[in-house]
């Protein structure tokens, strides 16, 4: 449900960005293209609104990737003024924000509620979208009953027009409009304006007064021109939307705005429908109707009368006809592609797609080479056995691949953790240690150990037990291998040693990287005199030995290492280099 609120909030958003772009635009257009244009054109904002679909690669789905990460980064960083070299083979081995895997495992790291980024912005959305969909539900259920109410209470006193030149009119004015339902007549009298109400079975609504048969034929002309329309589905459609994102005001002001859009662009209609000569007549019908006080308007109706500021409006837009033609055509044209391409690429949050771990508060620090990074989530079932692994694995969906897993034998897991291990998917591989034999664990851990794999090797230490993490630790060690120290030290439980040898990690680091023209100071990286936002020390298979990132920083920096691993220096990063790296994270 999480999700689901998210792009709520996203479409929201992106109709929110819509919806200011058409206000800024309407007072250029206001009298060059047709009020009808000006009407549909909304139906852009609210498609935005309502369809939760978008490209891969969108605005808002960059913007949930910053906001999501930036809250746990940033307390992160504030924890400790130390250098923050979690990322480097320690603790954080594990995650995948540092090994590119889109899932880990529930034992890793990065799932503790004290390391994982987030959790508390997680926790706030997790009772937030019960507000929201409370009040959805409630203000939905509100308009409906106020709906049926209004309608019960027109069927109640509402008497049939039996006048035969009005009926006369009617029918003439159900020709002109191109109406061919029956549409039904009655008066009311407590109706203060002339109105058409139905979706299924419509009706004009008459008050009980005198009206002339010019004025009626206008009346009728322009009820006729809603029901053509279909303005009630339209009115109903928008209602939905406001229901929907009742907690943005730029929605509400859409909702007033489009049903002044309808009665103007109605009025364009009638005037081109009973010919030029007919303005003055049909200002004075609009006129007249405005004299009483009519009903507050529900979405399921649409009144002839209108306030007087509105009034004044469409008295001025009668007078002044919008331009029409080819004219018109074209800006109207590129108007609406603009509107559409906008609507399109500020796009939404999407829990399925390839952004998917990204967008739900990790930042995707892996490299883009990695396949196992770059997978889309499946969510389609498939068949069983190996066939199915196969589907799932290509497809990224750790889910179905963890249950089709359970099934397989213990040479299947062996064989598919050799394919994960080459492949640098640690999502995959962690799910077949969880299910490998005790042996197979061991080999890997060894192969994984050889070649400093602390990803790997720390996926494998989550099921392994106190006596084998302690021999682990005994050739750690004794090897001086600090980085696997650190990571059997935590899954031990002993902090002590951990913090002490955390300690002496970051001080001999940090004068390994003064070496390198590389400082630190302020709890920040400089080089050069300016303090760094991204500080980048990654081995040759593209795992980190450290990383940081400021945002306060203005230069992007990464440790030069010779085949040995020794640093030669720093130089410093350049914009492909950061998006080959984080795949577009730190774009400009």
């Known amino acids: 449900m999480d999700a689901i609120f998210k792009a709520v909030l996203s479409m929201s958003a992106s109709g929110t960005l819509l919806i200011l772009l058409l206000l800024a635009v309407k007072p250029l257009v206001k009298n060059r293209l047709s009020r009808q244009w000006q009407y549909y054109i909304w139906l852009v904002v609210i498609l935005r609104l ?13 913007t949930y990737r910053v906001l999501d990460w930036l ?57 937030l979208w019960m507000v929201w969909l409370a009040g959805a539900l409630g203000m939905l259920l509100y308009k409906i009953t106020a709906y049926q ?3 019960r209470h027109l069927a109640a006193e509402a008497a049939p027009v039996s006048r035969l030149e009005l009926l006369n009119g009617l029918s003439l004015a159900a020709q002109k409009a191109g109406v061919r339902q029956p549409v039904e007549l009655y008066s009311h009298p407590l109706a203060g304006s002339p109105m058409l109400v139905g979706l299924l079975r419509p009706r004009i609504i008459l008050p009980n007064v005198v009206v002339s048969q010019e004025d009626f034929y206008y009346i009728a002309l322009h009820e006729m021109t809603h029901c053509k329309r279909c303005d009630m589905l339209y009115k109903w459609l928008v209602q939905c939307t406001v229901c929907l994102h009742w907690f943005n005001p730029f929605v509400h002001l859409m909702a007033r705005q489009t049903l002044l859009d309808c009665e103007f662009s109605c009025d364009e209609a009638v005037l081109a429908k009973a010919g030029p000569d007919s303005a003055v007549g049909y200002g004075k019908t609009l006129l007249d109707a405005a004299a009483a006080r009519g009903c507050r308007q529900t979405p399921g109706s649409a009144f002839l009368a209108a306030g007087r500021p509105v009034l004044k409006e469409r008295l001025k837009a009668i007078s002044l006809p919008c331009e029409k033609g080819r004219r018109a055509q074209l800006p109207a044209a590129l108007l609406t592609l603009c509107f559409l391409l906008c609507g399109v690429f500020t796009g939404v949050y999407s829990a399925a797609g390839p952004d998917a771990a990204k967008a739900s508060g990790a930042l995707n620090l892996a490299p883009a080479g990695h396949r196992g990074a770059q997978r889309k989530v499946g969510n389609t079932p498939g068949p069983a056995g190996e066939a199915g692994l196969r589907q799932y694995y290509e497809a990224g969906s750790l889910p179905l691949f963890e249950i089709t897993l359970a099934a397989a034998d213990s040479g299947q897991c062996a064989a598919w953790m050799e394919q994960a291990y080459q492949d640098d998917a640690l999502g995959f ?48 060690l004794e090897d001086g291998r600090w980085d696997f120290q650190m990571v059997l030290y935590d899954r031990l439980g002993q902090s002590d040693e951990k913090g002490a040898l955390k300690e002496t990690m970051e001080a001999a680091q940090i004068e390994e990287y003064r070496t390198a023209g590389i400082g630190w100071e302020d709890g920040a990286y400089w080089y050069e005199g300016q303090r760094v936002r991204v ?32 640093i030669t220096g720093a130089a410093y990063l350049t914009q492909a280099a950061l998006e080959e790296w984080f795949s577009e994270d730190f774009a400009a």
């Open 50 to 62: 309502l369809l939760p679909v978008g490209p891969p690669a969108s605005l808002l789905g960059k």
């Open 71 to 127: 809250p746990g980064q940033a307390a992160a960083q504030q924890e400790s003024a130390a250098p923050p070299l979690a990322l480097a083979p320690a603790e954080g081995a594990a995650s995948p924000q540092a090994s590119g895997g889109e899932d880990a495992p529930a034992q890793s790291q990065a799932a503790r509620p004290e390391t994982a980024p987030g959790v508390r912005s997680g926790w706030l959305v997790s009772h």
């Open 149 to 151: 109410i209004f309608m």
């Open 429 to 476: 591989f962690s799910i077949c240690a969880r299910q490998a034999e005790k042996a197979q664990r061991e080999r890997f851990a060894k192969t994984a150990y050889e070649d400093g794999a602390i990803a790997f090797f720390s996926a494998l230490a989550d099921g392994m037990n106190g006596q084998s993490l302690s021999a682990w630790l005994q050739k750690a």
């Open 535 to 566: 500080f980048l020390d990654a081995r040759q298979n593209r795992s980190f030995y450290a990383l940081n990132i400021d945002p306060e920083g203005t230069s992007d920096i990464q440790i030069l290492r010779d085949a040995g691993g020794r």
